[in-house]
């Protein structure tokens, strides 16, 4: 048994599709898990101090019904694997669909199955880094804000989420390798992601050894990618 | 003389303790009034009451024709109107000092960048910080932060500064440059409420001086005459224990 380099250079033409796939599926769901988990994070503490201080009469019952849905969300997703929800939305999601509406048929293909699964995923963990980090901006900050006189959004907008942000990126890069990684489950529901890829091959020539050290290398230089675009952004931004 | 902030019988819990008992307190244009008294006997409550921060439990208080509680709503309004400045300084740390400045004109009253930058510019002139314009917070010393945050409050405006000692976090040699800032906007007849253990600002600059103790106004008079003649052995204790 020796290491065979041309059974890697081979096999990396359909890698490389593969890592596309992969890459595609996990930063189109990471860049909609971060807009959801940031709605849910704020919904989840909307109405308390942390964002404005205290709400009076209607919106103290919208702001109470936001945390109730965020938290509902949050902890469904939290509470169950990965690799079931991906299970859920492409095998149980349209019958589920086709008992409450009527409609039969409705189907996601596995990419956009993929896509919606790391979304819904990374927003419920993300959802908790933001409020973690909103809850951390120092309370006199929020204050000083608040004794100015500008709107609860201007505060949030302009103060709270600056300072957030910066707070956010450590955990939310976390959070972005965590699902870049995940991708790799949804060989499950037969998306020609780059560990299908890497079976697939390995079914038909059996060199295991070559084969997962390149697809382990090729995880290695996106989730590489990822850490080193966000330190970038890390170091331009402003001490403070 | 118009009102500007009025008492009437407010209280204020913290759930079970009750922190401000039944003040009844007037407050005319022009005042400037040094509130006194030992921690935990209410000032900074009172204080935070005024803009909202927080809500008082019971009684009426009118703040520029705005009741509080009953106009919860409006409470912006009222902080459009009151500046404040705090202990802590608590200056935006992603701002640089003129950003600052510029924040309430252009947030709060709707100016353009450049007249923002403008307003703010010749208020860092006034408290003599002109040339640290372009600096972040953490490079100032903290007499300039808490300066260039009297310049920020007092950029939106206000009828009103509120200043809950402000100079408590600072070393004695940088209390001096904040208290001159302070007593250079009392002198242009600004109504202050300033929470401070600085009897010389007090006696300098302070129309009025109130000792608070337990939830309540103990003694409320001139401040000159009540630092040479307390009235109540709790506020010649009181003058005693911050040295005066």
Redesign the interface.
């Given at each position: 048994m020796t290491f065979e380099w041309s059974i890697i250079v081979e096999s990396l033409p359909s890698l490389i599709e593969g890592a596309k796939l992969s890459w595609y599926i996990a930063i189109t769901g990471i860049v909609g898990g971060l807009v959801l988990g940031t709605v849910a994070g704020l919904m989840r503490i909307a109405g308390t101090r942390a964002v404005g201080?205290?709400t009076?009469g209607f919106s103290l019952f919208l702001s109470r019904i936001s945390q109730l849905v965020a938290f509902g969300y949050i902890e469904l997703i939290r509470g169950t694997p990965i690799i079931v929800q991906a299970m859920f939305i492409y095998f149980a999601l349209p019958l589920l669909i086709e008992v409450i509406t009527g409609l039969r048929g409705v189907r996601f293909d596995a990419v956009t199955a993929a896509i919606i699964t790391i979304m819904i995923n990374a927003g419920a963990y993300m959802a908790e880094i933001v409020r973690g980090a909103v809850q951390s901006v120092?309370k006199?900050?929020v204050?000083?804000?608040?004794?100015?006189?500008?709107?609860r959004l201007?505060l949030i907008a302009?103060?709270i989420s600056?300072?957030a942000f910066?707070r956010a990126i450590p955990p939310l890069g976390n959070q972005f390798i965590i699902s870049l990684k995940d991708t790799s489950l949804f060989i499950v529901i037969g998306v020609g992601e780059l560990t299908r890829q890497g079976q697939e091959i390995m079914a038909s020539n059996f060199r295991a050894l070559e084969i997962w050290s390149a697809v382990a290398i090729c995880y290695l230089i996106m989730t590489s990618a990822l850490a080193l675009t966000l330190r970038f952004i890390e170091k331009r931004m402003?001490?403070? | 003389m118009k009102p500007i902030i009025e008492f009437r019988k407010v209280s204020k819990s913290f759930g079970e303790t009750e922190v401000l008992h039944d003040i009844s307190l007037t407050i005319v244009e022009n005042e400037v009034v040094v509130l006194v008294g030992p921690s935990g006997s209410g000032k900074s409550t009172l204080l935070r009451c005024i803009?909202g921060?927080e809500?008082v439990t019971s009684g009426d208080l009118v703040v520029n024709q705005i009741h509080l509680p009953r106009q919860?709503?409006s409470v912006?309004?009222?902080?459009?109107?009151?500046?404040?400045v705090?202990q802590?300084f608590?200056?935006?740390?992603?701002m640089t000092a003129l950003e600052n400045v510029a924040?309430?004109p252009k947030?709060?009253r709707g100016f353009s960048r450049r007249e923002a930058n403008h307003i703010a510019q010749d208020l860092l002139d006034k408290v003599g910080l002109g040339d640290r314009g372009h600096h972040?917070p953490?490079e100032l010393s903290g007499g300039q932060q808490q300066r260039v945050?009297i310049a920020?409050?007092l950029a939106?405006k206000p009828k009103v500064m509120l200043f809950d000692e402000p100079t408590s976090a600072l070393d004695p040699e940088l209390r001096e440059e904040v208290l001159n800032v302070m007593t250079l906007v009392a002198q242009e007849g600004m109504t202050m409420m300033v929470v401070s253990h600085e009897m010389s600002f007090a006696k300098k600059a302070g129309t009025r001086l109130l000792f608070m103790d337990d939830g309540r106004i103990d003694e409320d008079g001139d401040p000159a005459e009540l630092l040479l003649n307390p009235q109540t052995e709790r506020l010649q204790n009181f003058l005693r224990h911050v040295g005066y």
């Open positions: 201080g205290r009076y120092n006199g900050l204050e000083a804000g608040m004794a100015m006189g500008i709107s201007q302009s103060v600056p300072i910066r402003r001490k403070i | 803009n921060l809500m919860k709503r912006r309004e009222i902080r459009k109107e009151v500046g404040m705090f802590l608590y200056l935006f740390p992603h924040f309430g947030k709060v972040l953490s945050a920020r409050a939106v």
